[in-house]
């Protein structure tokens, strides 16, 4: 089809239609036939083409394109080099590397302030396992020196009855150095001496002679406190004899090492729990004491 000559045709008949104002005037020469457009002919079959491929383009494009998907707040996606979904790991296939990175979060963890007094002890150590009660007595039930125990020195003195720390043991005192011997046990029947610890753990007694015969023991009264205790940060603590200094309201029952500077333990053991707790305190240097924290009680010596 002539679509130049159908169109030239079409105006040709509007103008006609319009009246004499809008017809042409009348020229002396004949027009000139113009030339058919053969180029726009092709364009047709063209245009329709690159409409129908960009119709299929899109189509492709609507359900080929992978869906997205959020990325979480804090956190950092990259791209990945194909369209291709990352394939589920499998006992064949190796697992992924997640290409989020994900920013630190804060901590949640909440650091205990540490305690406001500073004392002279060792790092204290919580017992794990319920306290140990070992009854400390240098003779066996015979009488005699018991097994482990070996005698470290002689001396000659007298006793009497009630000890500071044994219901059934005698406080003594020796006849030419006058040194106290606080516990000491009979040793056979009738006794002629006894035996004295310097310490709960001590394995090394002093055989004191007497000058005459023992005066016998009362009925055991109130329970006496342990002798000795070892803390849960290893420390050992010998209980005071005599008169006791007093701090916050409580006595000064135990020093630990050294008499006069090292730690030292008030009175009221915890005995409520299986694992028995202290109360310690520090000496300041100046005549009183600094309060300490409290310690766990691994073992405790009584004279029995």
């Known amino acids: 089809m002539d679509i130049d000559r159908r169109l030239h045709e079409a105006g040709h008949h509007w103008r006609q239609s319009q009246g004499p104002a809008l017809r042409a005037p009348k020229l002396d020469t004949p027009p000139e036939k113009t030339p058919p457009r053969r180029w726009m002919t092709g364009l047709i079959p063209l245009a329709a083409s690159a409409a129908v491929a960009a119709m299929v383009v899109g189509v492709v494009i609507l359900h080929g394109a992978p869906a997205s998907h959020p990325v979480p707040e804090g ?8 369209n291709s979904p990352t394939p589920k790991p499998t006992a064949s296939t190796p ?9 630190p ?60 720390l044994g219901t059934s043991a005698y406080r003594c005192s020796g006849t030419t150095n006058h040194s106290v011997y606080d516990p ?26 007497l000058s ?50 090292g730690p030292v333990v008030l009175s009221g053991i915890d005995l409520s729990r299986p694992v028995w707790v202290v109360q310690t305190a520090t000496p300041n240097g100046a005549g009183g004491y600094t309060m300490g924290p409290t310690v766990s009680v691994s073992t405790a010596w009584n004279a029995q």
Request: charged letters at 10%; hydrophobic letters at 30%; glycine letters at 10%.
């Open 105 to 164: 979060q804060p901590s949640n963890a909440v650091t205990a302030p540490g305690p406001s007094n500073t004392v002279a002890l060792p790092p204290t150590v919580a017992a794990t396992s319920p306290t140990r009660v070992l009854n400390v007595r240098p003779v066996d039930a015979s009488g005699h020196l018991a097994a482990g125990y070996f005698v470290q020195q002689v001396v000659s003195g007298g006793c009497s009855p009630g000890s500071d």
């Open 212 to 261: 005459g015969p023992l005066t016998a023991l009362p009925p055991p009264g109130p329970v006496i406190p342990p002798w000795g205790l070892q803390l849960a940060n290893g420390l050992k603590c010998t209980a005071y004899q005599g008169a006791h200094s007093q701090f916050n309201g409580r006595a000064v029952d135990y020093y630990c090492g050294d008499t006069y500077t």
């Open 95 to 103: 697992p992924q590397i997640s290409s989020t990175v994900t920013a």
């Open 75 to 82: 956190s950092t996606s990259t791209s990945s080099p194909t």
């Open 184 to 209: 000491c046990w009979a040793e056979g029947s009738p006794a002629k001496s006894v035996l004295c610890l310097d310490s709960p753990w001590s394995m090394s007694p002093t055989r004191l002679t």
